[in-house]
């Protein structure tokens, strides 16, 4: 046994290492702290989807064989067979934050497993964006960037029909992950990597990170409260810088077709008292017909056939108060101009054998812009400056950055398989950085799908990516809520989705009650922002249905009334790391029947949102924390502490406020107005 040593508030007993009294690392007979190996591993990537897997050529498990304590730091040696592999140096920093680095003694190994002490009874959340469950306890869950994939479950028939030509995503597949958790243990946990990694919290006594790359670190920190607890995280890895004012004027309406077609169908909504907040016209650059449906022409400038004189329209909109946002992602297509004129300037990716790497994105191929050469960052964020904002675009989606091929040679020579985690983060910032230059922080906003460490604050504003026209429960309406909640637990503080959805395959169609019930918990989320979908012409859309426009317009109504506490959340965004959305945990620790909620969220302190999720339905149960609850439609009082039935026809999605809350005022003048 080693003996006690500590460094306050770290303490060293009994082969455990404690921090302010919590046990993070703990060596037992049966279990060490530290595995070593030595992989090969295999990627295969199609269109965005990543088949990978690992040959392993050795695993080690080390032993604890040496402690040293000085004025700094605490250092634990692990050792195999008597000889030191790997060294754990134990600090705290300027912020009394537990900082673990780990260096490795003996070269040629290149794969790692740390074990950190757990709870039977522990709850964890986290790792970026997870759509399909939000307390990751039993499960483990591989961090890599990728498509989602349709359908995102193994035992439906849309995943099955995907998987024959590689699309079908997995419970842990998602355009997001983070090497990032918090624990009910009141602790976070943040690794400093981009390599590939598995977080595994299967065991009822241990989690085990596992990296395909050595960590530059590991950190922790404490907490008395959920709030607190991500506000020191934020500290840590960004926060947001908030949401424009104009988003608050009503929905941001997705819409193609060119500046005739957007106009009347916005003229339209408007007679109809839809209130708008912005135009979003993803095809400002042109289209492309592929079988997957209507994609984008990836030039970056105006089509002058759909959008003639486009600075000139957007003058207009803003002068009725309607921001206009377009669309860009890091990739060119080689049919362009665009791409003809920089080819031979070294601003793409390359192959192995010095040619431009072009990836398929779907019968179309593209150029990866290389992001680690100074000169191509500028050039794009030129571009975006030029072409977007200068045009007096307000906003626009900042898609994908998740298909860094592994194989491609990058200016710094980096590797690729470290920098593919990375590459979202890169991109967000390339954004970030011309906005800020553009000196428009406070009137921009962009909207991003993909991410990693650093997102949280090159990324403001996150939506949920490609969701299914459906009502599954793995990639439809109801994934989004655990997606922003999961991402607010890693400090992404401000996501939304596409109302109605928007992947269109096998078969699924979008209905009429998908919409509405997508644009009713819209209206209580940070944002409102319908899309067409790949197949517009399939699907349902508001405009084609006087009915349902009226009940958008109804819920873009309570949305704009909801201003005055939605703009209080959002500063709490700012200036605290705190989720717009939040798990009913966060506000009631003491109430054991809120861990384990996953489709019911709070919009900030006082409003619990329980969003219909199935179809056909005209009530809805919901669970109701230990409070004073009251309905928002009708008023009606409830207890706390225990699920609830109540009326839930289209239009009056499930909706309670805090009876002590300083809101209820507005609260019950929404009820009663609408």
Known sequence: MISTSQQAPLTFLNNTLFYHDLPLLRETAASPIVFIGRGDADVAMYQGNFELSDTLAAKLPLTLTDHRVTEDDIQLT????GDAYLELTCFLDAADRLVIKPTLLKDG???FWFRLTADKDEHVYGCGEQLSHLDLRGRHFPLWTSEPGVGRNKHTLTTFQADQTHSGGDYYTTNYPAPTFIS????????ASYDYADFDFQNDDYH????????LSLTFDTAPTFPELITKLTSLVGRTTGLPDWTNNGLILGVQGGTDRVSEITDQLKENDVALAGIWAQDWEGIRMTSFGKRLYWDWRADDNLYPNLTTSIKQ?????????????????NDTQLFADVKDLGYFAKTQTGDIYLVDFGEFLCGVVDFTNPDAFDWYKDLIKQRLISTGMKGWMADFGEYLPTDVVLYDHSDPMVMHNKWPVLWAQCNYDAVKEAGLTDQIMYFMRAGGTGSQKYAPVLWAGDQSVNWSLDDGLAATIPAALSAGLTGNSISHSDIGGYTSLYGNIRSRELFMRWAEMAAFTPLMRTHEGNRPDQNFQVYDDYDASVHLARMTQVFKALTPYRKIIAAQAVSEGLPMQRPLFMHYPDDAGTYDIQYEYL???????????RPGKQTWSTYLPEDNWIHLWTGDRFTGGDTVEVSAPLGQIPVFYRADSEFAALFEKIGAEY
């Open 78 to 81: 692990f050792s195999f067979q």
């Open 109 to 111: 190994w290149n794969r």
């Open 184 to 191: 009910t243990q009141m602790y976070y946990c943040h690794v």
């Open 208 to 215: 085990e990170l596992q990296f395909w790359g050595l960590p």
């Open 317 to 333: 909109w803003q002068d009725q108060g309607i921001a206009f946002l377009g669309y860009i992602n890091p990739y060119i297509a």
């Open 603 to 613: 919009l900030g302190r006082d409003l619990l949102v329980a969003p219909v999720y």
